[in-house]
């Protein structure tokens, strides 16, 4: 996600999602007969107990026992294998056979492997075109003429029809019944009853596997790739919106459901019997709800969950983090963030570019989502692949907002932390190998990579707050022979991104990003305690109403207990002692409406920023009373009192503990490495500027930016060099 859209780039999902971002694949269709003109009957729990379906949804004797397989069916069966059953599928058509025997022999007459005759059936089946062929009304119903005529009438399902011809096979062949996450879920239902539908177990190669061959042939587009824009609900485009999202069927083969793993299908899939789980780990109705929701990509990729495996994650201080471990090697991940306006119960400000509160984080052999939101309400982390297929869903419940959350400053493809592109780069890090580094304002950082002679680095800083040339001195970078040195020093709390671009030596070589980090401050000054104590003694001014502040400002010769009270709260607030000197000024300052009005600017007072330098000149003017007399004075009044004297005693009583709170949150893991943390005016050596010739500097220098070139050992181009 290496850009933020704009607000009319922002799409609508069912459900009420907002999204900016289309995933590439088609869904399941909720039911057999999805699509068709007629509803047949959808199994029902413990389905099949009156009539002749009875049999195929319940063990014939002498079926084995169901138990999680023995084995995966890798290097079972190849590509080769499957040939000639998927040719002789195409090649048999139902009104060559005037029986189901007879069709089945002669489409697993020739194979002595099960599993061969099981994927001659399925191909048949899967590929037979009766949504849109019609079948004479006189056919004889058990020709397979005639079963094709129930199927295209919805009166009998894939389901039914493969386990009566596995079962003619001699191949052992049950129909599951159970509820499944299909196009008509959403992540974080809690009513799945809704789900209902039915696959099959079939027994070979020595143990039970899974088919589902309405996902294997049949997807819906629609569902859950046609989005379009959001549209004002008095325009002909919003009253057109449903109808262009009707769903559209469309043939597909997908083999993922072709002996689908037990293991893996119970993340979509729940049977009426646990024992047709097969699994070794066991899920009730409840845990089913409560798992993410993970796609058929997810487990082709060899991803696995490396957070606690919850699909619905709840978050009290606006933050939430999902972490997914790599297979064999790193694939490229990028993500979307939706915000749910129905379930939220309030629509996202205009302007909010929801992509730029979620971060991609490489941790290693694993990658962080990491999130943080600037409002209260119903979220949904949706991950894809580079193709920007969808690979797994969660549902984020945001109880509170983050206190005073901005974006993150860079929202890229490659995420924070070393990657693959910064291997493809020969760009590698000595020092710091994990994407957040926590720093301190004004304190230096160093790190340490290694890169070839022929490859040149340019290091730039970012942040959402300060133009890029205003940080240009906060990076200096040195090289010597195959080391690069970077010290980075941030000018003020806050988020900043560190981009680092490389390129050859040849002149027609361009730069391009090939690592980010993210520094941060926000573990080291965080103050966990005097946010908690902040809120506490925010609730009662804040519920001060507007008229209580405005009788204050109407006093015209107040005591001086007012005066001291409210100068003491706007000096708080950071206003200079200047401009509260006077109570005319202090008037001034209370008439203020909107952002800056005395109620909103104490919601957004962050007590991190507050110094306790401040807080005991504070606590100076307020100590002199106490809190009687200033309820006394006014209750208005009093009401500030308590909320600036608290305030400030809290932060004076945390400063002892400010520096050890390295408590984690989940973009500040506590196995994230600091670096090296230095005073700049005392770290040695120091970097500093040396003169080169006018030519020099012109190679030296892209968008104002220095950059690491090299030509013997020490490169002069650096415009940098160790004293």
């Given at each position: 996600?290496g850009?933020s859209?704009?607000?009319?780039?922002?799409?609508?999902?069912?459900g009420g999602?907002l999204?900016?971002?289309t995933p590439?694949?088609?869904?399941?269709?909720?039911?057999?007969?999805?699509g068709?003109q007629?509803t047949?009957a959808?199994?029902p729990?413990?389905?099949?107990?009156?009539d002749g379906?009875?049999?195929?949804?319940?063990?014939?004797?002498?079926?084995?026992?169901p138990?999680?397989?023995p084995n995966?069916l890798?290097g079972?069966?190849?590509?080769?294998d499957?040939?000639v059953?998927?040719s002789?599928?195409k090649e048999?058509?139902?009104d060559s056979?005037?029986t189901?025997?007879?069709?089945?022999?002669?489409l697993t007459?020739?194979?002595?492997?099960?599993?061969?005759k099981?994927r001659?059936?399925?191909?048949w089946?899967?590929t037979?075109?009766f949504?849109?062929?019609q079948?004479?009304?006189?056919?004889?119903?058990?020709?397979?003429?005639?079963?094709?005529?129930r199927?295209?009438m919805?009166?009998m399902?894939?389901?039914?029809?493969?386990t009566i011809?596995?079962r003619?096979?001699?191949?052992p062949?049950?129909m599951i019944?159970?509820?499944?996450?299909s196009?008509?879920?959403?992540?974080g239902?809690?009513?799945?009853?809704?789900?209902?539908n039915?696959?099959?177990?079939?027994?070979v190669?020595?143990g039970?596997?899974?088919?589902f061959l309405?996902?294997?042939?049949?997807?819906?587009?629609?569902?859950?790739?046609?989005?379009?824009?959001?549209?004002?609900p008095?325009?002909?485009?919003?009253?057109n919106?449903?109808k262009?999202?009707?769903?559209k069927i469309?043939s597909?083969?997908k083999?993922?459901?072709?002996?689908?793993?037990?293991e893996?299908?119970?993340y979509r899939?729940l049977?009426?019997e646990?024992?047709w789980q097969?699994?070794?780990?066991?899920?009730?109705?409840?845990?089913?709800i409560?798992?993410p929701y993970?796609?058929?990509?997810f487990?082709?990729?060899n991803?696995q969950?490396?957070s606690a495996?919850?699909?619905?994650l709840?978050?009290?201080?606006?933050?939430?983090?999902?972490m997914?471990?790599?297979?064999?090697g790193p694939v490229?991940?990028v993500h979307?963030?939706l915000?749910n306006e129905?379930?939220?119960k309030?629509k996202?400000p205009?302007?909010?570019?929801l992509?730029?509160y979620c971060v991609?984080i490489?941790?290693?052999d694993?990658?962080?989502?990491?999130?943080?939101?600037?409002f209260?309400g119903v979220?949904?982390?949706q991950?894809?692949?580079a193709?920007?297929?969808?690979?797994c869903?969660?549902?984020?419940?945001c109880k509170?907002?983050k206190?005073?959350?901005?974006p993150?400053?860079e929202?890229s493809?490659i995420?924070f932390g070393?990657c693959r592109?910064t291997?493809?780069a020969?760009?590698t890090?000595?020092?710091?190998?994990?994407?957040?580094i926590?720093?301190?304002?004004?304190?230096?950082?160093?790190m340490m990579?290694?890169?070839?002679?022929?490859?040149?680095?340019?290091?730039?800083l970012?942040?959402?707050k300060i133009p890029?040339?205003a940080l240009?001195d906060?990076v200096?970078?040195r090289?010597?022979?195959?080391s690069?040195?970077?010290?980075v020093?941030?000018p003020?709390?806050?988020?900043?991104?560190?981009?680092?671009?490389?390129k050859?030596?040849?002149p027609s070589?361009?730069?391009r990003?090939?690592?980010?980090?993210?520094?941060?401050?926000?573990e080291?000054n965080?103050?966990?305690k005097?946010?908690?104590t902040?809120?506490?003694h925010?609730?009662?001014?804040?519920a001060?109403s507007?008229?209580?502040?405005?009788?204050?400002?109407?006093?015209?010769?107040?005591?001086?207990?007012m005066v001291?009270?409210?100068?003491?709260?706007?000096l708080?607030?950071g206003e200079n002692e200047?401009t509260v000197?006077?109570?005319?000024?202090?008037q001034?300052?209370m008439?203020?409406t909107?952002?800056?009005?005395l109620?909103?600017?104490i919601?957004?007072?962050?007590?991190?920023k507050l110094?306790?330098?401040?807080?005991?000149?504070?606590?100076g003017?307020?100590?002199?009373?106490?809190k009687?007399?200033?309820l006394?004075?006014?209750a208005?009044?009093?009401t500030?009192y308590?909320?600036?004297?608290?305030?400030?005693?809290?932060?004076?009583?945390?400063?002892?503990t400010?520096?050890?709170?390295?408590s984690?949150?989940p973009?500040?893991?506590?196995?994230?490495p600091?670096?090296k943390?230095?005073?700049?005016p005392?770290d040695?050596?120091?970097?500093?500027?040396?003169?080169?010739?006018?030519?020099?500097?012109?190679?030296t220098?892209?968008?104002?930016?220095?950059i690491t070139t090299?030509s013997?050992?020490?490169?002069?181009c650096?415009s940098?060099?160790?004293t």
């Amino acid at each position: 996600m290496g850009g933020s859209p704009s607000k009319s780039s922002y799409r609508t999902q069912p459900g009420g999602w907002l999204t900016t971002r289309t995933p590439a694949e088609t869904q399941e269709p909720p039911t057999e007969t999805q699509g068709t003109q007629e509803t047949a009957a959808l199994p029902p729990r413990n389905a099949g107990s009156k009539d002749g379906k009875r049999s195929l949804y319940t063990m014939e004797p002498g079926y084995p026992t169901p138990v999680p397989p023995p084995n995966n069916l890798v290097g079972i069966l190849s590509v080769t294998d499957v040939t000639v059953p998927n040719s002789l599928a195409k090649e048999i058509t139902a009104d060559s056979c005037n029986t189901m025997e007879e069709l089945v022999e002669e489409l697993t007459g020739d194979f002595n492997m099960d599993i061969l005759k099981v994927r001659a059936i399925f191909m048949w089946v899967g590929t037979q075109p009766f949504t849109v062929q019609q079948y004479p009304d006189d056919a004889d119903p058990e020709s397979p003429t005639g079963y094709l005529r129930r199927m295209a009438m919805g009166k009998m399902s894939y389901a039914e029809i493969f386990t009566i011809m596995c079962r003619l096979a001699k191949v052992p062949c049950v129909m599951i019944p159970g509820v499944a996450k299909s196009s008509a879920y959403e992540v974080g239902d809690e009513n799945v009853d809704k789900l209902r539908n039915v696959w099959n177990a079939v027994y070979v190669a020595g143990g039970w596997r899974i088919i589902f061959l309405l996902w294997a042939f049949r997807s819906i587009a629609g569902k859950s790739t046609g989005v379009v824009p959001i549209a004002d609900p008095t325009s002909e485009d919003y009253k057109n919106q449903e109808k262009m999202l009707k769903e559209k069927i469309i043939s597909t083969v997908k083999e993922y459901y072709f002996l689908t793993s037990p293991e893996e299908f119970v993340y979509r899939c729940l049977p009426d019997e646990e024992k047709w789980q097969m699994s070794y780990k066991k899920f009730n109705k409840a845990k089913f709800i409560k798992i993410p929701y993970l796609r058929p990509k997810f487990f082709e990729l060899n991803l696995q969950l490396s957070s606690a495996p919850e699909g619905i994650l709840t978050t009290d201080n606006g933050v939430s983090e999902v972490m997914i471990k790599h297979g064999a090697g790193p694939v490229a991940l990028v993500h979307d963030l939706l915000y749910n306006e129905s379930q939220s119960k309030q629509k996202l400000p205009p302007g909010v570019q929801l992509p730029r509160y979620c971060v991609i984080i490489n941790d290693g052999d694993k990658v962080r989502f990491s999130m943080r939101f600037p409002f209260a309400g119903v979220y949904k982390l949706q991950v894809l692949d580079a193709e920007f297929e969808w690979l797994c869903s969660f549902k984020i419940i945001c109880k509170t907002a983050k206190q005073l959350c901005e974006p993150f400053p860079e929202v890229s493809n490659i995420g924070f932390g070393p990657c693959r592109a910064t291997l493809d780069a020969k760009l590698t890090a000595e020092s710091h190998n994990e994407g957040v580094i926590k720093v301190i304002e004004k304190k230096e950082i160093e790190m340490m990579f290694s890169v070839p002679q022929t490859v040149s680095v340019k290091a730039v800083l970012n942040s959402a707050k300060i133009p890029g040339k205003a940080l240009k001195d906060c990076v200096k970078q040195r090289v010597q022979f195959d080391s690069l040195t970077i010290k980075v020093t941030v000018p003020h709390r806050g988020d900043f991104c560190l981009k680092l671009l490389t390129k050859g030596k040849n002149p027609s070589d361009k730069y391009r990003v090939v690592c980010n980090y993210l520094l941060t401050t926000d573990e080291f000054n965080s103050k966990k305690k005097p946010r908690t104590t902040l809120k506490k003694h925010s609730h009662d001014v804040l519920a001060l109403s507007s008229r209580t502040i405005s009788e204050l400002h109407r006093y015209k010769e107040p005591v001086p207990i007012m005066v001291d009270i409210m100068r003491a709260t706007y000096l708080l607030l950071g206003e200079n002692e200047s401009t509260v000197a006077e109570w005319e000024d202090l008037q001034t300052l209370m008439r203020k409406t909107g952002r800056d009005s005395l109620s909103v600017r104490i919601r957004l007072f962050d007590v991190t920023k507050l110094k306790v330098p401040l807080a005991k000149k504070v606590l100076g003017i307020l100590s002199q009373y106490d809190k009687e007399t200033a309820l006394g004075a006014s209750a208005g009044a009093g009401t500030f009192y308590q909320w600036a004297s608290g305030v400030a005693q809290d932060v004076i009583s945390e400063e002892s503990t400010t520096q050890t709170d390295n408590s984690s949150t989940p973009l500040d893991s506590p196995d994230t490495p600091q670096g090296k943390q230095r005073d700049t005016p005392h770290d040695t050596p120091r970097f500093t500027p040396i003169d080169t010739s006018r030519d020099q500097k012109q190679n030296t220098e892209e968008n104002g930016v220095p950059i690491t070139t090299r030509s013997d050992s020490v490169s002069p181009c650096l415009s940098l060099i160790a004293t």
